[in-house]
């Protein structure tokens, strides 16, 4: 198992930045993908961005590409969300989690899941 904390999040304005880290008590091997996640009230929990322990290679859903963006600090087991020009649409709990199996963007295929941290954005 490799136990995941976030930290960061809050409320921010439109059009504001916020940054989300997430430390993993193990070192991820390469193999691993590990991703953000995102739930809004009433809604689905969806796939934000993720990463390859291994590569670094990144990928985005859609609405966030070329506002957020994944990082990961292999020396210190963290990955981390940057996200500009927040709109109140990006309100939600985010997640960080790791797939052992590799790169997926659906929930239920990741194996490690963060507590969450609220990110609020006022119009």
């Known amino acids: 198992q490799v136990p995941l904390v976030e930290s960061g999040g809050g409320l921010v304005q439109a059009g504001g930045s916020l940054s989300l880290s997430c430390a993993a008590s193990?070192?991820?091997?390469?193999?691993?993908?590990m991703g953000w996640f995102r739930q809004a009230p009433g809604k689905e929990r969806e796939f934000v961005a993720g990463?390859?322990?291994?590569?670094?290679?990144?990928y985005y859903r859609e609405s966030v590409k070329g506002r957020f963006t994944i990082s990961r600090n292999k020396a210190e087991n963290t990955m981390a969300l940057h996200m500009d020009r927040l709109v109140p649409e990006d309100t939600a709990v985010y997640y960080c989690?790791?797939?052992?199996?590799?790169?997926?963007?659906?929930?239920?295929?990741?194996?490690?899941w963060g507590q969450g941290t609220q990110v609020t954005v006022s119009s």
């Open positions: 989690a790791l797939n052992w199996g590799g790169y997926s963007t659906v929930s239920s295929e990741f194996d490690e």
């Open positions: 193990a070192r991820p091997y390469s193999s691993h993908f």
């Open positions: 990463i390859r322990w291994g590569t670094g290679n990144t």
